[in-house]
């Protein structure tokens, strides 16, 4: 049971980004728990034998031989710049001052990779595919996520962020299978987010329905509406309706030659590089623009935001559909962005891992992003070490996201705070 | 722009949603709640040293406005969009749908029989088999609408608790599952005599719902984490877990390479109510002592009193002396131990045996099952009864028609949105608001009547 809670906390310990109290002995005292027992377990009682990380895909410019390393000397070093972090940290906790933030981060990548080298020891890894695979899996959940941003910045929760990557996904196939080209789907995508937002905005904003009652049945109805029109029409004449071609990948020259990080960031299609885009976007637009500090403002005091004459519900309808279109073009990469047919709840909830990763970034696109790429990590991981075989039950590994999420709401590792006004209704007086 | 009726009526269920003025409101709420606890409709108390024609135009104006009308309505319309969808999923209404102009009586012939047929077979799934040989043969529809509707009422029982007291509970799911575990666990390992092995099988259920539903109770009243977000992740917990434990020589049917578990002891099954000819078990029974027990709960008893005060207004229960956090893990364990018993039923009862599809979608259902019951005990036993109806009636539509079960998921969404949101309803039939025209009748009989 211990190695399996393992991951768990590493992963967890990322969530204390930014969010350690001055002078807090919390984060010391999990880091040098967690480096302990990547010394005892992954180090000192890990298997003899070399791990091999290959690094280089075979279309690279730049070839570099797979890096293979003794796997307990590499552990025991990764586990020991742990445990320096975690002294480190204990030394700025006790000057009273912030961890910097780049330390959780490092201090997560050294366990991570100790983990990493005690699990695949006598084995090979793929370091470049778990790359890749982590960010395929994670671009749903950051569009998702995003959605979740845009929503809950103005005060309405968006449960329904399952249902419009549903419906996102359902009509880029239906409609990219229909024309036969790929690019109306991608414009159906979002169109699609906006139906379901757009009853989620009437709903919850023009009838005062609370709001987590809408976003469930929302994605009741999703899954029932897609779901029927599936077995009666798609499957019925797949070769029309379901059949919708594939994105093509883009290889943007010169980037995509940078070792590891160029096959994985720059070889993607159209999608991924627009949620690069939208990350990016979406962030500045969020943090240093009007139109940001309004977002908020509505979201965190909607009464003050309406004396200063903000209109409080036109925004909140604006940036519903805005979080819908978001969410229905993450939809899209389920079907056209990995040139797939559409299935019955392809997105498996996904949504719902989305919903968790916003949490978990505190409702910002940047830490959504990072969010739901250590998500996609987790789940990745299980599919790499399902291959190579550890001792972990991959169900375990599934329930990282999930469990993490919970720690992080709970407040056992930082504080994670929502919007101050979310989900309530604004009514003027 | 709604009323604050209208926020009373939506917000009711979900009574998380935090109301204009609900600070003010909801002492006075409170007292109103304890002089009239009782479950009403229209006609109650109040009423009384009015002239007579004053109160039938009150009666008629309190069945038009009233919840009852509105269910039945939206039901209506749910039905509607279903059948829209039918008929535009139908070959036949596509084909003359392309010369809909030439004879339009194609069409709506077409359209009309292809939704009739489809929602005839799920009648007579849900409800009275006409078409079957023996009477027997016809009434298992309805026993299997009562087979089908005991998990989705207790389980709605359990979220519609923990609504009376602001608590989203979005896990029944994930309880359902640990409840299930549990009792099976009991059920195939322990080897007790007959009698006392299904009700300590039925005491694991509890137990094993009430701890799943203690830990977002817990963390909600310790650090405040919302618990809509800790159940749905305990739920996906929940599915991977029993996954784990289904491949674990623990659980693991001895010579299966399938993740199910042994099948449970005979001593340990819900006793069949109606012989070996139907699937109806005696998890009915409980579930409708459990709508018993809710209802007295929640109306007669002191925890119920703190748990509906909780529900309304925190802060005032605070200032009144309730223990606010105790009360919040308190209904969650025992909103648990409800879902729990769910999980009983379908291990003990319907499937006798623990697989990962243990819980189905019961445990989401049973959300929109307490939404339409209004988190009222007697109306979850309802809205039950409705959605299993329609879950084993989609059944027999499926096989009959080819009409997909999904459908039976858009209609229920459609219900609960449409319950949710009562001026929409009352545009769509232009009905007029409760409040309109007798107001100053009965302020007191409104508020308890939508309360």
């Given at each position: 049971m211990s190695t399996v809670t393992a991951p768990t906390q590493g992963a967890a310990s990322q969530g204390a980004v930014g969010g350690?109290?001055?002078?807090?002995?919390k984060a010391p005292i999990t880091y040098a728990v967690l480096g302990l027992f990547a010394l005892v377990v992954f180090g000192l009682l890990g298997q003899p034998g070399s791990s091999t990380f290959s690094v280089s895909t075979r279309t690279d410019l730049f070839q570099i031989t797979p890096i293979g390393v003794p796997s307990r000397l590499t552990a025991i070093v990764l586990a020991l710049v742990c445990l320096g972090l975690a002294a480190f940290a204990a030394l700025r906790a006790k000057e009273g001052r912030r961890t910097p933030g780049w330390v959780a981060g490092t201090f997560a990548a050294a366990f991570v990779l100790a983990f990493l080298t005690w699990a695949v020891a006598g084995e090979s890894i793929p370091f470049t595919g778990l790359l890749q695979g982590t960010l395929f899996l994670a671009v749903p959940l950051v569009f998702g996520a995003l959605s979740g941003v845009m929503c809950e910045r103005v005060g309405v929760i968006n449960i329904a962020i399952e249902g419009q990557l549903l419906a996102g996904a359902f009509l880029a196939a239906v409609a990219a299978s229909l024309s036969g080209n790929v690019y109306a789907g991608l414009i159906a995508a979002p169109i699609a987010g906006v139906l379901v937002a757009l009853l989620l905005a009437v709903f919850t904003i023009t009838y005062a329905v609370n709001q987590i009652i809408v976003g469930v049945v929302l994605n009741v109805l999703v899954v029932g509406v897609t779901g029927f029109l599936y077995s009666t029409v798609l499957t019925v004449?797949?070769?029309?309706?379901?059949q919708p071609p594939g994105l093509q990948r883009i290889a943007i020259p010169l980037l995509?030659?940078?070792?590891?990080l160029g096959p994985v960031l720059f070889r993607q299609n159209l999608i991924v590089y627009l949620m690069y885009a939208a990350v990016i976007v979406a962030n500045i637009a969020l943090f240093r623009s009007k139109w940001g500090l309004r977002v908020r403002a509505v979201g965190e005091h909607p009464r003050a935001a309406d004396t200063v004459g903000i209109k409080v519900n036109a925004t909140r309808f604006k940036n519903v559909l805005l979080g819908g279109a978001i969410a229905g073009l993450g939809g899209a990469f389920f079907t056209i962005g990995a040139g797939l047919a559409f299935g019955k709840e392809m997105t498996a909830g996904k949504g719902y891992i989305a919903l968790a990763a916003m949490i978990f970034g505190r409702w910002s696109p940047k830490g959504a992003l990072g969010a739901a790429l250590l998500f996609g990590f987790a789940e990745q991981l299980r599919i790499s070490l399902g291959i190579v075989g550890t001792g972990i039950p991959s169900q375990f590994m599934l329930m990282t996201p999930y469990l993490v999420t919970i720690f992080a709401v709970a407040g056992l590792v930082g504080r994670v705070r929502p919007?101050?006004?979310?989900g309530t209704h604004y009514a003027k007086s | 722009m709604s009323t604050p009726e209208d926020h009373q009526n939506a917000g009711e269920p979900m009574p998380?949603?935090?109301?204009?003025?609900a600070a003010r409101e909801g002492t006075a709420q409170t007292s109103a709640e304890q002089a009239a606890p009782a479950q009403t409709g229209s006609g109650q108390p109040g009423h009384v040293g009015r002239s007579e024609e004053d109160r039938s135009a009150n009666l008629v104006h309190e069945i038009l406005s009233s919840s009852w009308l509105l269910s039945l309505l939206a039901l209506v319309v749910a039905l509607a969009v279903g059948g829209v969808l039918i008929a535009a999923a139908d070959e036949q209404v596509q084909e003359a749908a392309g010369y809909l102009f030439a004879r339009p009586t194609d069409f709506i012939g077409a359209a009309w029989s292809a939704v009739s047929e489809a929602y005839v077979a799920l009648f007579h799934g849900a409800v009275f088999d006409g078409q079957s040989a023996t009477f027997t043969r016809s009434i298992r529809s309805v026993t299997e609408t009562l087979t089908v509707s005991t998990p989705l009422i207790l389980a709605g029982l359990g979220v519609a608790l923990a609504f009376r007291a602001s608590l989203f509970n979005i896990g029944a799911q994930g309880q359902i599952i640990m409840g299930a575990t549990f009792a099976a666990w009991v059920g195939f390992t322990w080897h007790l005599p007959v009698g006392v092995h299904v009700v300590v099988a039925v005491l694991a259920g509890i137990l094993g719902g009430a701890l799943w539903g203690a830990i977002p109770g817990f963390l909600r009243a310790r650090t405040g984490a919302h618990e809509v977000i800790v159940t749905i992740m305990l739920n996906y917990i929940a599915v991977y877990l029993i996954s784990y434990l289904l491949i674990t020589p623990a659980f693991q049917r001895p010579g299966s390479s399938n993740p199910v578990s042994p099948l449970l002891d005979d001593t340990a099954l819900y006793p069949l109510l109606l012989g070996s000819?139907?699937?109806?078990?005696a998890g009915f029974l409980v579930a409708i002592a459990a709508t018993a027990f809710v209802w007295w709960l929640l109306n007669r008893s002191t925890v119920g009193f703190r748990f509906r005060a909780v529900g309304l207004n925190p802060h005032a229960a605070r200032t009144a002396g309730i223990k606010v956090e105790w009360a919040y893990v308190l209904v969650m364990i025992v909103a648990g131990g409800l879902a729990g018993l769910a999980g009983t039923a379908q291990v003990m009862g319907t499937e006798k045996y623990l697989t990962a599809g243990i819980a189905a979608s019961f445990g989401f259902d049973a959300i929109t099952v307490a939404l339409l019951g209004r988190s009222r005990p007697i109306g979850v036993f309802f809205a039950g009864l409705l959605f299993g109806a329609l879950r084993a009636g989609g059944v027999t539509m499926q096989a009959r028609t080819g009409t997909p079960i999904d459908i039976v998921l858009v209609v229920q969404s459609v219900i609960v949105l449409l319950i949710a949101a009562p001026p929409l309803v009352r545009a769509i039939f232009r009905l007029p608001a409760p409040n309109s025209r007798p107001r100053s009748a009965r302020p007191a009989a409104v508020k308890e009547a939508q309360a």
């Open positions: 350690s109290t001055p002078g807090s002995r004449n797949a070769s029309s309706w379901n995509s030659e940078i070792p590891v919007p101050a006004a979310n | 998380g949603a935090p109301r204009p003025g000819g139907f699937r109806l078990h």
